[in-house]
């Protein structure tokens, strides 16, 4: 059997371990509370509050919709014309062409290309969250942000960049399943030293202080048979006025960190309620099970390429003789956005139904639904959450149910329904 037929074995293969996994870690059968109880926990939410949410949302369509436009159309036209190889060959060029360079430096000039056309979008976006009052943020911080994660990215990136292009210089025939299980060891990698080398670059993480709510959070992680050392608090206020929490990392890594502006917008029964919801993501290792899908889809993409190297017009439009050579990066990039964009829904969909477990793993740990809908509630009220927003926009970006399906789904549980 040739190369690309044990492409296509291992590509099938690799998907169907991604279908069997997928199938048994993800709470597939978890349906929204009841939309009775959602139109009853909405008419509870006063209305002027639900408007500026709404006008909120509104406010930044034009600019995250405009970004992704002008961010698919950037990509395509650097991987679909001679573009992208012609700005490769060009940066390239002070080096006489050696690939090394074309690989690292030449790959990110392209990234980076399509970054900066997006940035007046983003800056179009910082003017909304300053208006409505999310963000806090100064523009001097706001770029200073911008430029750390445009050094992490080209930190992250360029390593990727090297990996990879070293893989197809060195072995052009067999990439595919070196590069495969490199990207996958990226993906667990990264899981594991993004709490610890990338979130200190954004934010200060420092243990909670001591009293009630710190005994109480350790005694409820106990209870529940996740031990934490410690809740770490984010200095977000920096930022933002919004209020978050999230676990992050995997094994030794792994940590519970609850936004300091959490600490001061919610009661600390409402912060019991959230950091539940937290250890019901620690307790069903949502963490490991996001990394292992993104792992095996990793694996899956990078296949997928090779294979879609084989396709001659492809390769003319972008005006380069193999996927694999680096003044192909644009082709790359443009086939991977629109990978990005058609997994979209299937991402958020599968993270709703994690979130909604979550959500239940913290309703069962508190036995106190009434506090979990306040909870709710107030997140909604503080980060200006669209409490029901519309379905098309719901099914291709949510990443959460919505504040109506997470109030409903307290109800119901409070009556003893689910
Ligand atoms: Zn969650």
């Known amino acids: 059997m040739t190369s690309r037929g044990w492409a296509a074995c291992a590509l099938a293969a690799v998907l169907v371990v991604l279908a069997v996994f997928a199938a048994l870690s993800i709470p597939w059968h978890r349906p929204p509370a009841p939309r009775a109880d959602q139109l009853a926990a909405l008419r509870e939410l006063p209305a002027d509050q639900v408007a500026r949410a709404r006008a909120f949302h509104s406010a930044l369509r034009p600019g995250s919709y405009g970004a992704m436009a002008i961010g698919l159309a950037g990509a395509l036209l650097l991987g679909l014309t001679p573009l992208g190889a012609r700005l490769v060959s060009l940066v390239g060029r002070p080096f ?58 080209a930190v992250i990136g360029g390593l990727a960049l090297l990996g990879f292009y070293a893989v197809v ?107 539940a919801h937290e250890l019901g993501h620690a307790k069903d290792n949502d963490v490991l099970t996001g990394t292992v899908i993104g792992a095996l889809g990793t694996a899956a993409a990078v296949i997928a390429l090779f294979l879609l190297g084989a396709w001659g017009g492809l390769l003319r439009l972008a005006g380069v003789g193999s996927i694999g050579e680096p003044r192909g990066i644009g082709l790359l990039i443009a086939v991977a956005t629109l990978a990005g964009l058609a997994a979209g829904p299937a991402q958020a969909f599968v993270s709703r139904r994690i979130e909604a477990r979550a959500d239940e793993h913290a309703l069962v740990l508190t036995g106190d639904p009434a506090t979990f809908e306040a909870m709710q509630r107030r997140l909604g009220t503080v980060n200006l959450s669209d409490p029901d927003p519309p379905t098309w926009e719901y099914l291709m970006s949510a990443s959460h149910p919505s504040t109506a399906e997470r109030m409903a789904a307290a109800r119901a549980y409070g009556r003893g329904d689910r």
């Open 96 to 153: 006489a062409g050696n690939w090394l360079a074309e690989a690292v430096l030449g790959g990110l000039a392209v990234v980076l290309v399509v970054e900066i056309v997006t940035l007046p979008f983003s800056a179009w976006g910082h003017t909304v969250v300053v208006r409505y009052g999310i963000s806090t943020q100064s523009w001097g911080a706001w770029a200073v942000d911008l430029l750390k994660s445009y050094a992490v990215g």
């Open 169 to 275: 210089h060195f072995a052009p025939r067999w990439w595919w399943a070196v590069g495969a299980l490199g990207a996958a060891a990226l993906v667990v990698l990264l899981s594991f030293v993004l709490p610890v080398l990338v979130e200190p670059v954004f934010n200060k993480f420092t243990p909670m202080a001591g009293g009630p709510l710190r005994t109480e959070l350790i005694a409820l992680a106990a209870r529940d048979g996740v031990p934490v050392r410690d809740v770490l608090v984010a200095d977000a206020s920096r930022r933002t006025r919004a209020v978050n929490a999230y676990v992050s990392g995997l094994g030794p890594t792994r940590r519970i960190v609850v936004y300091d502006t959490m600490l001061t917008e919610a009661t600390p029964d409402e912060v019991v309620s959230v950091v």
